[in-house]
Every structure is written in structure tokens, then in C-alpha cells.
């Protein structure tokens, strides 16, 4: 199994501020995909990366495959209570059929 | 949009009971798969399924089986529950070419008192 990081683990911010995380690999990954999970639910897909360099954006979050494909980074701006929950990262390597999924990043954010 | 139902949000075992949890999606997905999330060691890989009757362990097999008699079902088999088992267990499946993308169920909490 390769070891997929997520930082930072919790992040507690007030509405309206910017916040990133991050995923990194030693390892380079066939695609990346971003879930957010709400408690009591499972991971919800938010988006897939497969290219080094590709960005996307999803309304107000900027995802980032890194160049060479082992690092990930989410950034969402204008940060809303809604956005609250937990954000994981899971990479395929190879042509393995199973994700590989970071640990999450805990997001808290207060009126 | 593609579904994936659990047969339980919510259950409550005792410890050596055998205990069944079903997964049912409708998109026709080639792949299905079973993890369990615990709170600081994230989402853990216990069985995958390519194909109907076809199963290959994950990262944490031990103490669990599947079964896969049909295309849309997968089923996680607790054997003996025990009380580290207590867990969510959330199932998802992926379709063949869909680039790794997995669809996941609304989870089971389970707990082995």
C-alpha cells in the first residue's frame, strides 16, 4: 500500500478566510481524486485530476495536480460554513483496481 | 446519478454473532469495494470485488469475507464479530472506465458490544 499524506489534519477558520491542503506521495500517481464527507455519510466525489500541472475549479475550490503527479492541493477561497467536513484524498497508482486514501483533513468553518 | 445503498445505517451486535452488511448499486459498476473508517487511521481497503464471483483482498482482510453472486451486490460477511470491529464500513463501487472514480454509500455504523 503507498503512503498517501494529507496536511494539515484540522483546520478550524472563520468564514470568509482562504485556506489549502495538501496531498503528497513518494510515489507518482495514475489520477487523484478529492471526496468530501459529512459526518454520518459517506465520501462524496469532488473531482478527478489525471494530468501533472492540471487545475480545476469547482465554484469557489481550486484543485492542483503537481507537475510531476505525486502532490495534490485544494484550495478553497472565501471559506463558507457549508464547506465544513472532511476532505480526503485518494490516489490510483499503476493500473491497480483499489484507491489509496489520505487520512483527511478535518475543516471546521464558523459563522 | 449513480446509487449506492446500504442495507443498515445503524447496528448494534454482540460479540460473536455472525453479522451480514449489503451493498447495492444501480449503475451497472464492474467494481465494487468494501473499507472501514476509524477516526485516525482514515478509509482501510478489507475487499474489492472485479467481477460477479470474483474477490481479492485489501489491506485488513482478517476477520471478514465477501460474497458477490450478482453484478449489482456485494456483501461484507462478519464471521464472528468481535468487538474491534466496531467501525463505519462504507462500500463503493466504480465503473470500468471511469478513471478510479468510486461512488461510496451512506456507511453503516456498526457496533460490537
Known amino acids: 500500500t503507498q503512503l498517501l499524506e494529507q496536511s494539515p489534519q484540522f483546520l478550524s477558520i472563520q468564514e470568509g478566510e482562504n485556506l489549502t491542503v495538501y496531498c503528497n506521495s513518494s510515489?507518482?500517481?495514475?489520477?487523484l481524486q478529492w471526496y468530501r464527507q459529512e459526518p454520518g455519510e459517506g465520501p462524496v466525489l469532488l473531482v478527478t485530476?489525471?494530468?501533472?500541472?492540471e487545475v480545476k475549479k469547482l465554484k469557489r475550490l481550486t484543485f492542483q495536480f503537481g507537475d510531476a503527479r505525486k502532490d495534490s492541493s485544494l484550495h478553497i477561497t472565501a471559506a463558507q460554513p457549508g464547506d465544513t467536513g472532511l476532505y480526503l484524498c485518494?490516489?490510483?497508482?499503476?493500473?491497480?483496481?483499489?484507491?489509496?486514501f489520505g487520512k483527511g483533513t478535518s475543516l471546521l468553518v464558523t459563522p | 446519478d449513480v446509487k449506492v445503498t446500504q442495507s443498515s445505517r445503524y447496528l448494534v451486535k454482540r460479540t460473536g454473532e455472525k453479522v451480514f452488511l449489503e451493498c447495492v448499486q444501480d449503475?451497472?459498476?464492474?467494481?465494487m469495494f468494501w473499507y472501514r473508517q476509524d477516526p485516525g487511521l482514515g478509509l482501510r481497503l478489507i475487499y474489492f470485488?472485479?467481477?460477479?464471483?470474483?474477490?481479492e483482498k485489501g489491506d485488513i482482510p482478517e476477520g471478514y469475507s465477501v460474497s458477490r453472486e450478482k453484478k449489482e451486490r456485494f456483501s461484507l460477511i462478519l464471521e464472528s464479530a468481535s468487538t474491534n470491529q466496531t467501525s463505519m464500513y462504507l462500500c463503493?463501487?466504480?465503473?470500468?472506465?471511469?478513471?478510479?472514480?468510486?461512488?461510496f454509500g451512506p456507511g453503516t455504523r456498526l457496533t460490537v458490544l
Open positions: 449503475m451497472d459498476h464492474e467494481n
Open positions: 510515489s507518482v500517481f495514475s489520477s
Open positions: 485530476v489525471v494530468t501533472g500541472g
Open positions: 470485488s472485479y467481477d460477479v464471483k470474483m474477490k
Open positions: 463503493a463501487s466504480r465503473g470500468q472506465g471511469s478513471k478510479y472514480e468510486q461512488f
Open positions: 485518494a490516489g490510483a497508482y499503476g493500473s491497480g483496481y483499489a484507491l489509496n
